[in-house]
C-alpha cells in the first residue's frame, strides 16, 4: 500500500498517460500507463491534464511585497523612484508588518503551485529589521515553501556607511546567499571593486552568490562582465548568479559577441524579470522605446542556464501581480520574441527546472528519488500551460496536498452552440 497514485497525466517532457507512485513524501515510480499491483491509500485520475514540478521564483523581493501606496506611489514608474521610496518607506516599517505581508504573499504563492522562492533583503538598515523578519518568516513557511533569502545591500554596500558590516551581520544571522548592486554604487570603478569584495565574502564562507547586476539601460554598464571575471578567479564557477542583466539589450554586437561566451565559460547563471524588467526600463526613451531585457535566446543559445523572476509584487516598483510564474513565463516569451514550441518550452523551463539550478534545490523533478512537490494544471502541455495561464487544480508538497482549485469552464448561451468551453 503506497501513499498516493497519480494516474492518467501529461508530464512537462511530452509523455502522456503516466502513473506517479508516491510513499513517505519521496517519488517511488513513474511509469507508462498503469503501475500493476499496486495499492494506494489515495488516488487521484489527472485527467490527461499536465502534472509539473513546482514552480520555483528565483529572484524576489518579500521585504517589500504588498506594500503598494506606502507611504505614496512610484509616480514616475522608474527604479530609482522606487529605491527612493523604498528609503521613505524602511523607516516606517514594523517587523511584524513585514512579517504578515510576506505571509499572505506566501498564501498566494501557494496556491499557484509556487513552492520555492529566493528573497532579497536589504541589508542597508543597521538595525537589520527586515533581515530579522523574513528569517522568521523562513521558518514558519518552512513546512511548505522553499525560502532562500540573499544579502541584498540595496543602497550600495561600498555606497552605504556600514554596508559591509551589515551585510556580514546578515550572513551571521543564517542570511543564504551574498547579494549586490554594483551598478548603483558611486562609480563604475566602485561598482567592480563591490562585486570583488563580495565575490571574496562568498568564497571565504562558501555560499552562493546573487548579484542585481546592470540593471540599467546604460550600455557601458558592464558588471556582468566583473561577475564572470571573479567568479573564474575565485573558483565559484556553478555559484553565483546574475540577476537583470538588462543593459546587455543596449550593448553593441560586438561586445556581447565577446561577453556572452565569458558568461558561459564561468558558468555564471542569469536571471531575467521579465514583468518588472519591461516595467522600469526604457523610460528616458521616447520612441522607439527599448525593451528592457536581456537577451535571453542568445544567453539560452550559448549554454548559459537562464531563469525567470517574479522580482515584485505590489511594491514600490510594481503594483500589479499575484505570484504566477506562468504569467512571467507568458511575458517572457512576448519580450524575447520566443514563439516557436522549443522557445515557449524553454520559458516554461525558466520558471521550474532552470530556476530550481539557481537555487540548488534538491529532489527537485518528477523522477524516482525526487520529493513528491507538485502541481496538477489544467492544461494538457506546457505550451497550453502557458497561454492560459492554467488553473492550478491541485499544488502537493511532499505529498500531501496543500492547495487545489476547481476546475474552471464558462457557461455560454449561444444558439446551436455547446453550452459550455473551456479554452483548452
Known amino acids: 500500500m503506497i501513499d498516493l497514485l497519480i494516474t492518467n497525466a501529461a508530464l512537462t517532457d511530452g509523455r502522456t498517460g503516466m502513473s506517479i507512485a508516491v510513499q513517505n513524501g519521496k517519488i517511488t515510480e513513474v ?4 503501475i500493476a499491483g499496486v495499492q494506494a491509500s489515495e488516488t487521484v485520475d489527472a485527467g490527461g491534464y499536465l502534472l509539473s514540478p513546482h514552480f520555483v521564483d528565483p529572484h524576489f523581493h518579500m521585504d517589500a511585497t504588498l506594500s503598494y501606496g506606502l507611504p505614496r506611489i512610484n509616480e514616475s514608474g522608474t527604479l530609482l523612484e522606487g529605491i527612493a521610496l523604498w ?3 524602511k523607516p516606517l516599517l514594523k517587523a511584524e508588518a513585514i512579517i504578515e505581508r510576506a505571509l499572505t504573499y506566501c498564501d498566494w504563492a501557494v496556491a499557484k503551485g509556487l513552492l520555492a522562492i529566493r528573497s532579497h533583503v536589504d541589508t542597508s538598515d543597521p538595525s537589520l529589521l527586515a533581515v530579522d523578519a523574513l528569517l522568521e518568516v523562513k521558518k514558519q513557511v518552512a513546512p511548505y515553501i522553499d525560502l532562500q533569502l540573499v544579502a541584498f545591500p ?8 556600514g554596508g559591509v558590516e551589515n551585510l556580514k551581520r546578515a550572513l551571521d544571522k543564517g ?3 551574498v547579494g549586490g548592486i554594483p551598478h548603483f554604487e558611486r562609480t563604475m570603478s566602485e561598482g567592480a571593486a563591490s562585486v570583488k569584495l563580495l565575490c571574496e565574502i562568498a568564497a571565504e564562507r562558501g555560499l552562493l552568490t546573487d548579484m542585481h547586476c546592470d540593471e540599467s539601460d546604460d550600455p557601458l554598464s558592464r558588471h556582468i562582465e566583473t561577475l564572470a571575471f571573479e567568479t573564474q578567479r575565485l573558483g565559484l564557477q556553478g555559484r553565483v548568479n546574475g540577476s537583470h542583466c538588462t543593459s546587455m539589450h543596449s550593448m553593441d554586437n560586438y561586445y556581447v559577441s565577446k561577453l556572452i561566451p565569458l558568461i558561459a565559460e564561468s558558468q ?3 536571471i531575467a524579470n521579465p514583468l518588472i524588467n519591461i516595467t522600469l526600463q526604457g523610460r528616458h526613451d521616447t520612441y522607439p522605446k527599448r525593451r528592457g531585457m536581456t537577451r535571453e535566446p542568445e544567453l539560452m543559445a550559448a549554454g548559459v542556464n537562464v531563469a525567470f523572476g ?3 509584487v505590489m511594491d514600490p516598483w510594481y503594483g500589479m501581480g499575484s505570484g504566477d510564474m506562468l504569467e512571467v513565463a507568458h511575458m517572457g516569451l512576448h519580450v524575447a520574441q520566443m514563439t516557436s514550441q522549443k522557445g515557449i518550452r524553454a520559458c516554461f523551463d525558466a520558471v521550474t527546472v532552470n530556476a530550481a539550478k539557481v537555487m540548488h534545490l ?4 518528477i523522477a524516482p528519488g525526487c520529493d513528491a512537490s507538485f502541481v496538477l494544471l489544467q492544461a494538457r502541455d506546457v505550451v497550453e500551460a502557458i497561454r492560459l495561464r492554467a488553473n492550478r487544480l491541485k499544488v502537493w508538497r511532499k505529498g500531501s496536498l496543500i492547495a487545489e482549485t476547481p476546475a474552471t469552464a464558462v457557461t455560454i448561451r449561444l444558439p446551436k452552440r455547446p453550452a459550455t468551453t473551456s479554452f483548452l
Open 31 to 34: 511509469s507508462e500507463g498503469p
Open 175 to 177: 542570511v543564504d546567499v
Open 268 to 270: 555564471v547563471s542569469v
Open 362 to 365: 534538491d529532489n527537485y523533478g
Open 87 to 89: 528609503g521613505e518607506l
Open 310 to 312: 517574479h522580482d515584485c
Open 154 to 161: 540595496q543602497d550600495g554596500v561600498l555606497r552605504s556607511k
